[in-house]
């Protein structure tokens, strides 16, 4: 077989944004400026119903700028999924707390609720569930338990720009909630994070933290990070902002051919009134999933991805003993199949039939 590889994911960059840059290159102002600011208030616009957000360098310094300025700090416990990008824990442990790794349900991979009222001890400040794929985690029953104990609600929402809950956005539930904006994301600055917070204080707090902890120059008020988004990122953002809603779109409708004409694997559930924007398209492969994987790269030339291979309290870095069997289960099985806005027809015929003739085989 000779044909093009599909990857598992694919930036979209074009004209405009390049443009973008060259028009910021010309300017001579390149640091964060005017382009940030606008972007900021784009953003706000577009995908959390006006709530403010801050732009930083990454989605990383975003959760960590995000907890320091919920004031988390040593001697607390935050609530988190194992099963996540490291990012997400790291965030935790940078400030002095201590990440508590939850179960997650395997339905939409997202925090159990039921896992997590169990966790909660007079340490915890609290929970942050992760929008896996793109789907939204259960904001209602956490939020119920997060007012039951008196917890706070931060959003790992890297993945899920645009996804919803019974017409609420994501980003719009917590204290503060992060987006990524790295390149395989549903849309990308380059690097970067875009942080959305409700809470003016917060807000002040994230805008002095990115910034050596200054609003006018030489007057530190805190002791802050340079965190902060260039102006040349700031356009590529706009840009793709621009184009976000068409990408989900065309993500939704190849989610939906998938969910047709797949068989013999498992495919992903969305929950009621829930708006998911498939960062990934998972699909569960119980016997030998990597004999899968590969078998789609080499006889198909499809990509795929294992979002994640190993839980984070295995990872060397936490090496924590837990019992986690959803997590230790969805490590061992999930597979993310190319779902990105630039499949053409035949892509998306090649990847059924792949999917479909090796499900059958190894059935
Ligand atoms: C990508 C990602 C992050 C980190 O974002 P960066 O922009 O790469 O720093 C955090 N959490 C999750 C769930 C992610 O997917």
Known sequence: MSKDFIPAAKPLIG????????????????????????????????????????????????????????????????????????????????????PVFADIELTHYCLDPKHVAGLITERTKGIMPVHLYGHPANMPALQQLAEQHGLALYEDAAQAHGASLDGKP???????????????????????????????????????????????????ELVGFNARMTNLHAAIGRVQLAKVGEWTKTRRANAQFLDRNLHGVGVPAVAEKAVHVYHQYTITVPEDRDGFAAALKEEYQVGSGVYYPVPNHRLPSFAREEDLPNTEQACNTVLSLPVHPSLDDEDRERIVTAVNTLAKAGA
């Open 15 to 98: 004209d405009a944004e390049r443009d973008a840059v060259d028009g910021v290159l010309r300017s001579g102002m390149l640091a964060q400026g005017a382009e940030v600011t606008e972007f900021e208030q784009e953003f706000s616009r577009v995908l959390l119903d006006g709530r403010p957000t801050v732009a930083v360098n990454s989605g990383t310094a975003g959760l960590h700028l995000g907890l320091l300025a919920a004031g988390v700090g040593p001697g607390d416990e935050v609530i988190v999924p194992s099963f996540t990008f490291a990012a997400t824990a790291n965030a935790v442990a940078l400030t002095g707390a201590t």
């Open 170 to 220: 994501v980003g719009t539930f917590g204290t503060f909630a992060m987006f990524s904006l790295y390149p395989t994301k549903n849309m990308t600055s380059g690097e970067g994070g875009m942080v959305s917070t409700g809470d003016t204080e917060a807000e002040q707090a994230l805008r002095l933290l990115r910034n050596q902890g200054m609003q006018r120059q030489y007057e530190n």
